[in-house]
């Protein structure tokens, strides 16, 4: 807001045309809502019944790089179904909830690889199916210079391809960053009255 009206007071444009620029696109009104809606599930507990619901899984339990998949899949069929940013905000907010249940900190090494993995998978997730702006511009391409490809083999090289990213993501957390991950490891069965 300071940097509307600085900008609006510069000269360059009114502060009201500033506003206006700042607030008038629909991406900005998007991650504003976004913000919004992911305050609000967090205020009505349902990013802490997700949160519980990721832990309590059996196939979880005691596996900190399957609960962190989970976590990561889930931000890839959101990131390809909705929006990127609204997908990623809501992901954290469930994220930020497993942290505070477990006890991590901000700056842990565990909760920064997350926090730069799950814009990272939405992302990718964003760029699955065809209909995405990032294959409408491959499409494009490809029609400009003559190659036509069709949309299901572009949705499953598509999905290789991203499948692999976030197993390779992964790798790069669990054996070059190294995060310590033993509250969740050691956190046990404790959360099974929420299966």
Request: glycine share 10%; net charge positive.
């Amino acid at each position: 807001l300071l940097g509307l009206l600085a900008t609006g007071l510069s000269g360059y444009m009114s502060v009201t045309a500033a506003i206006a620029a700042g607030f008038g696109s629909t991406i900005t009104q998007m991650v504003l809502f976004a913000c919004a809606f992911s305050a609000y599930l967090s205020a009505i507990g349902f990013t802490n019944y997700l949160a519980y619901w990721f832990i309590s899984r059996k196939m979880t339990v005691g596996r900190p790089y399957v609960f962190m998949l989970m976590i990561l899949l889930a931000a890839f069929v959101l990131g390809a179904s909705t929006s990127v940013i609204a997908t990623t905000l809501i992901v954290w907010m469930i994220f930020y909830s497993v942290c505070d249940t477990l006890g991590y900190k901000p700056g842990d090494k565990f909760v920064s690889a997350m926090m730069v993995g799950i814009p990272y998978v939405a992302a990718i997730g964003g760029s699955l199916f065809p209909w995405k702006p990032i294959a409408a511009i491959v499409f494009g391409y490809t029609s400009a210079v003559g190659y036509e490809a069709d949309f299901i083999s572009f949705t499953l090289v598509g999905l290789a391809i991203s499948l692999g990213c976030i197993l390779g993501y992964l790798g790069i957390v669990k054996w070059i960053i190294r995060p310590d991950v033993t509250l969740l490891k050691n956190a046990g069965d404790k959360f099974s009255e929420h299966r």
